[in-house]
């Protein structure tokens, strides 16, 4: 018994980097974004009407620009061909709300010029949210029959063989949205540059607003990975235990 509760025990600890980027990264992104979101662009240009203008001029005028409620729920729908942009940036006129309006006009971009990786996550996407949903029960199930020391059985297994299927499945997806994401900040940067909306100075304001936000990818892709290595590590002690 003791052996089982100090394997979960270390097998926590292994989380401890990626808790610990976690927290840096939303700390990161909090300071720098509330720091340029209150400095206004000389142009005077709202995130709104600076999305509008991008999209126009990349001839994607079938994107429609949307206001949504909450602070930094900005994101992009292919499917709804949409550009929503969060309560706290769809009027703001301040470096932060540009370089993250500019941010999902690249995601927009990254589909018209059919981008590999964004593609690939668009296909995953499904298949990570039905797999998320349809193993936690398993996990769950298996995790009581380990806990009750019953390890080798079949439901201890599942827990084992679903745990690693799911964290798999979720390092693949963050593995393939990094590029994305760091993808659609550089072509932010380039159309911030290329219209002139902002100078070089702000521009590089801009630059570390969404530095911060793909360092949150970061950690994410990390916690993806030690998830799956732990997973591993309890799947290889029990089959050691079970020879």
């Not at 709202?46 to 900005?74: F, P, S, Y």
């Not at 981008?115 to 039905?130: D, E, G, H, M």
């Not at 304001?205 to 993806?224: C, D, E, I, M």
């Amino acid at each position: 018994m003791f052996d089982l509760y100090w394997e979960y025990y270390i097998m926590g600890i292994i989380l401890l980097p990626a808790i610990i980027l976690a927290a840096y990264a939303q700390s990161k992104v909090s300071s720098t974004y509330n720091k340029f979101s209150r400095v206004a662009s000389q142009k005077g240009m709202r995130a709104c009407e600076m999305a509008r203008l991008l999209l126009d001029c990349a001839d994607l005028k079938n994107v429609e620009v949307i206001k949504i409620n909450g602070h930094l729920t900005d994101y992009y729908d292919h499917k709804k061909q949409v550009v929503a942009l969060s309560a706290s940036n769809y009027e703001s006129t301040s470096i932060a709300a540009l370089g993250v309006a500019a941010h999902e006009v690249g995601h927009a971009l990254q589909y018209k010029n059919d981008y590999l990786p964004i593609k690939l996550r668009s296909f995953i996407i499904p298949i990570v949210n039905f797999s998320s949903t349809a193993l936690w029960p398993l996990v769950l199930i298996g995790l009581l029959c380990n806990f009750a020391v019953i390890p080798g059985t079949v439901f201890g297994n599942i827990f084992l063989w679903s745990g690693v299927a799911m964290f798999g499945l979720a390092a693949i997806f963050d593995l393939i949205t990094l590029p994305c994401e760091y993808n659609a900040s550089n072509r932010a940067l380039q159309l911030l540059e290329q219209t002139e909306i902002l100078t070089s100075e702000e521009t590089q304001g801009a630059k570390k607003v969404l530095s911060a936000a793909a360092l949150t990818y970061v950690a994410s892709l990390l916690n993806s990975i030690l998830n799956l290595v732990r997973f591993i590590l309890v799947f290889l002690m029990h089959a050691k235990r079970d020879d």
